[in-house]
T-cell receptor, first 108, second 110 residues
Framework: GIQVEQSPPDLILQEGANSTLRCNFS?????LQWFHQNPWGQLINLFY???GTKQNGRLSATTVATERYSLLYISSSQTTDSGVYFC??????????FGDGTTLTVKP | EAQVTQNPRYLITVTGKKLTVTCSQN?????MSWYRQDPGLGLRQIYY???????DKGDVPEGYKVSRKEKRNFPLILESPSPNQTSLYFC?????????FGSGTRLTVV
């Protein structure tokens, strides 16, 4: 199956700092999403981005499908950004695979 | 409001006692899926369904059953739960690969 690697596994930032999270995947995919799991366990959809670039406020994401990676940028981080960020990929066949996540801690 | 609803949110049960976790979506999505999340292992896919009456195994289907008799519902059935099925479970639905997740069900099997 498709392998998904996220880096770094853990990231500690001071409030106001910027960060880049990376997701590498081992094969061609039709779907790619970034999720944020907040400290209460809720999974929040950030971006559906199988290719190209999208922005939503302080967050943006870029997927380069031909090179099999995606990046999530967080600018001017806030304590509420803390949690786990997951990348998930899938194909039209229905299977989906998650990376192990990046745990982000933003300190005040 | 577009949403995926799972019930119950929390459940403690005993080994061997059959249980069902319900999942319902109101977005008319054809695709639905179940995942379990364990510490250090991320989310792993249990079963998925591309449409009514069409289901398929994910990466960790052992010990689980599903059914898809109608588009909106996709229940997860544990016929004989065991302690290694203690986990946090998520149901999701999707259109075109854009997923919406339920709030999760925390299951403890003792």
């Amino acid at each position: 199956g498709i392998q998904v690697e996220q880096s770094p596994p853990d990231l500690i930032l001071q409030e106001g700092a910027n960060s880049t999270l990376r997701c590498n995947f081992s094969d061609s995919v039709n779907n790619l999403q970034w999720f944020h799991q907040n400290p209460w366990g809720q999974l929040i959809n950030l971006f559906y981005i199988p290719s190209g670039t999208k922005q939503n406020g302080r967050l943006s994401a870029t997927t380069v499908a031909t090179e099999r990676y995606s990046l999530l940028y967080i600018s001017s981080s806030q304590t509420t950004d803390s949690g786990v960020y997951f990348c998930a990929v899938g194909t039209n066949a229905g299977k989906s695979t998650f990376g192990d996540g990046t745990t982000l801690t933003v300190k005040p | 409001e577009a949403q995926v609803t799972q019930n119950p949110r929390y459940l403690i049960t005993v080994t061997g006692k059959k249980l069902t976790v319900t999942c319902s979506q109101n977005m008319n999505h054809e695709y639905m899926s179940w995942y379990r999340q364990d510490p250090g292992l991320g989310l792993r896919q249990i079963y998925y369904s591309m449409n009514v009456e069409v289901t398929d195994k994910g990466d960790v289907p052992e010990g689980y059953k599903v059914s898809r008799k109608e588009k909106r519902n996709f229940p997860l059935i544990l016929e004989s739960p065991s302690p290694n099925q203690t986990s946090l479970y998520f149901c999701a639905s999707s259109f075109g690969g854009d997923y919406t997740f339920g709030s999760g069900t925390r299951l403890t099997v003792v």
